[in-house]
T-cell receptor
Framework: QQPVQSPQAVILREGEDAVINCSSS?????VHWYRQKHGEAPVFLMI?????EQKGHEKISASFNEKKQQSSLYLTASQLSYSGTYFC????????????FGPGTRLSVLP | EAQVTQNPRYLITVTGKKLTVTCSQN?????MSWYRQDPGLGLRQIYY???????DKGDVPEGYKVSRKEKRNFPLILESPSPNQTSLYFC???????????????FGPGTRLLVL
């Protein structure tokens, strides 16, 4: 079952902040965040594991609320290079190995 | 250089003509997967493999076959392609972490397939 992402699209000015949300109806082991530029392969940004472990970048951070099965990606002081489509991906907490991406959030950062 | 390679990058074919898209990784990853990407639908998993000779269906396996005879290779086979399989295809690989997929996936560059 595909996770739900919101918003579907967001437009920012350089330097503004953004939050992208991802929620699942299933108990999750991990939530992954990827960014994809048009015509290119997705690139890994962040992974959050059940139990609170987190890996990520400087100006991009994320949280994972295990009780609600929700994750949020925070983009701080956005740069033009942040433009692209952001996908969350989920791994279920039942030793399943299938990986399900959300439908994506298109982020456009304007000068 | 650690990478996932796919071939071909672009392919135009006709309905019913069998084709294979190859995928190879040089990172000794156990987990490999195929996705298709269509506008408005995001990336959908077709098949995945947890190791040699171990494969399982993803969300959209109909019309596709895979095999995992070697750890590094995971070809995607379309026995009788149809126009609704026109799409952008990505192969990906990953390590396992604590017995589940808890690490990042590395994606190949993608294969654009057009079925006439």
């Amino acid at each position: 079952q595909q996770p739900v992402q919101s918003p579907q699209a967001v437009i920012l000015r350089e330097g503004e902040d953004a939050v992208i949300n991802c929620s699942s109806s299933k108990a999750l082991y991990s939530v992954h965040w990827y960014r994809q530029k048009h015509g290119e392969a997705p690139v890994f940004l962040m992974i959050l594991l059940k139990g609170g472990e987190q890996k990520g970048h400087e100006k991009i951070s994320a949280s994972f609320n295990e009780k609600k099965q929700q994750s949020s990606l925070y983009l701080t002081a956005s740069q033009l290079s942040y433009s692209g489509t952001y996908f969350c991906g989920t791994v279920p907490d039942n030793y399943g190995q299938n990986f399900v991406f959300g439908p994506g959030t298109r982020l456009s950062v304007l000068p | 250089e650690a990478q996932v390679t796919q071939n071909p990058r672009y392919l135009i074919t006709v309905t019913g003509k069998k084709l294979t898209v190859t995928c190879s990784q040089n990172m000794n990853h156990e987990y490999m997967s195929w996705y298709r990407q269509d506008p408005g639908l995001g990336l959908r998993q077709i098949y995945y493999s947890m190791n040699v000779e171990v494969t399982d269906k993803g969300d959209v396996p109909e019309g596709y076959k895979v095999s995992r005879k070697e750890k590094r290779n995971f070809p995607l086979i379309l026995e009788s392609p149809s126009p609704n399989q026109t799409s952008l295809y990505f192969c990906a690989s990953s390590l396992f972490f604590r017995g589940v997929l808890g690490e990042t996936q590395y994606f190949g560059p993608g294969t654009r397939l057009l079925v006439l």
